[in-house]
């Protein structure tokens, strides 16, 4: 992340074409074709997510399995979008004042799309358990809080982690309601404004993904503490270290604010930026690190134990379900090229660049694109954790063994009714 939300003095081109809360709502809906996705292709090597995520199973024939469910959410709101956006199209003709005009028509979009997503009890034949849990889920974890292991606390943790990535886009909803609602400004659809409600709140909002998981560290912290300290569970440690890593990305955001608000019209001092690089780096290399290491459990940066005969292939586990192991390597290097994003802002000519609305956009694309590809590991790793019984942890339950990839996976079906 780079925190650093800095825009084009100008209502551009690409913001005519496409204002800020449709991009909010695309990458919204983009989030729901991309858990579908994970999830059928997860359920297609036989990793069971719904018993991962302590989600209940259905068995009547009737009912669409679970990724299923999620298809017809996803295109019930992308028909919904695509509609909007073209009777916007019709209406403002890319003129800048009908652009400003109709700014309530995308802004009605997005209550319409966190409605049917999150608020509305109703069209019950549409992933109605589904959307009930994720609502539940966020209510639980909007404060911090983690649910125990029996009740679904890897899904928890999941959601979470999937907020962090989109952090940006929590502030680019934000900036879309704030200029709508002040009284000066030309609206939702107008330049956004990433300084609207003042030079706190934005960075607030960003940093709160990170506070959620923080505090979640430090409950799953206590939870071992209180508990009985065996060499399977540890002191907490790993639990601490997992705080921290949240932790770095407060720097990060702080000293963006610091540059971007510098008051005076001169250049922000120079040590601000100097800060903000090294927060950066300790930023990414320590969660790319954490990524691979921990929520993965790859051996690559284990001296000893990557080497080990029993792995698949150097550095990486005895048990490889997603792909071959080229993939993993594909995906190793991935990941540190997108957690290092923000180093276009070090070359001159690609840092103007950065800030140009389109590559924004672009950036939280790849960070929701980074995300994605990281749930397919950490969910296969989470499954290997629970159906391993060397090394179980005293939390965990061990379910019935799918990997076998000559057996189909266990179907479990949506109870949409």
């Avoid at 989109?166 to 680019?172: N, Q």
């Avoid at 430090?218 to 009985?228: A, D, P």
Wanted: with cysteine; net charge neutral.
């Amino acid at each position: 992340m780079d925190g650093d939300p800095a825009v084009e003095p100008e209502l551009d081109s690409f913001s005519l074409t496409f204002p800020l809360p449709y991009r909010v709502a695309f990458i919204i809906v983009l989030a729901v074709w991309a858990w579908g996705i994970n999830l059928h292709y997860l359920y297609l090597i036989g990793i069971d997510v719904p018993s991962l995520i302590r989600y209940p199973g259905r068995s009547s024939p009737h009912h669409p399995t679970h990724h299923l469910s999620t298809y017809r959410l996803a295109t019930v709101l992308s028909s919904i979008y695509v509609f909007a956006l073209l009777v916007f199209w019709v209406f403002t003709h890319r003129n800048p004042e009908l652009v400003l005009a109709w700014d309530w028509l995308p802004l009605l979009y997005l209550a319409v799309l966190l409605g049917i997503l999150i608020f509305a009890p109703f069209f019950k034949s549409l992933s109605h358990n589904g959307r009930a849990r994720l609502r539940s889920t966020l209510k639980r974890i909007s404060v911090g809080g983690l649910a125990e292991t029996k009740d679904g606390r890897f899904g928890d943790i999941l959601l979470s982690d999937v907020l962090t990535s989109y952090a940006k886009v929590l502030a680019d909803l934000y900036v879309a309601l704030c200029m709508f609602f002040r009284s000066e400004g030309g609206g939702a659809t107008a330049r956004p404004d990433r300084g609207c409600g003042g030079a706190v709140v934005v960075p607030l909002v960003m940093a709160l993904p990170s506070l959620i998981r923080l505090r979640q560290c430090l409950i799953e912290y206590s939870r071992v503490r209180r508990g009985r300290i065996t060499e399977a569970t540890g002191w907490g440690g790993q639990h601490l270290a997992n705080s921290l890593k949240y932790a770095t990305a407060f720097p990060v955001i702080v000293f963006s604010a610091l540059q971007r608000n510098s008051s005076g019209g001169q250049p922000p001092p120079v040590h601000y930026y100097r800060a903000w690089i090294v927060a950066c780096v300790v930023n990414s290399l320590y969660s790319f690190y954490w990524d691979v290491a921990k929520d993965w459990d790859l051996t690559i940066f284990d001296s000893e134990a990557r080497s080990a005969p029993d792995l698949k292939a150097f550095g990486l586990r005895r048990r490889l379900h997603v792909g071959p192991p080229a993939l993993y390597y594909c995906v190793i290097t991935m990941d540190l090229v997108l957690r290092c994003t923000w180093s276009l802002k070090l070359s001159p000519h690609l840092g103007r660049m950065a800030d140009w609305e389109g590559s924004i956009f672009l950036i939280e694309l790849l960070e929701v694109f980074r995300r994605w590809i990281w749930i397919f590991f950490r969910v296969e790793t989470e499954w290997i954790r629970n159906t391993t019984t060397v090394g179980l942890e005293v939390d965990d339950i061990l379910l019935p063994d799918y990997h076998n990839h000559n057996i189909q996976g266990p179907k479990y079906e949506d109870d949409d009714d």
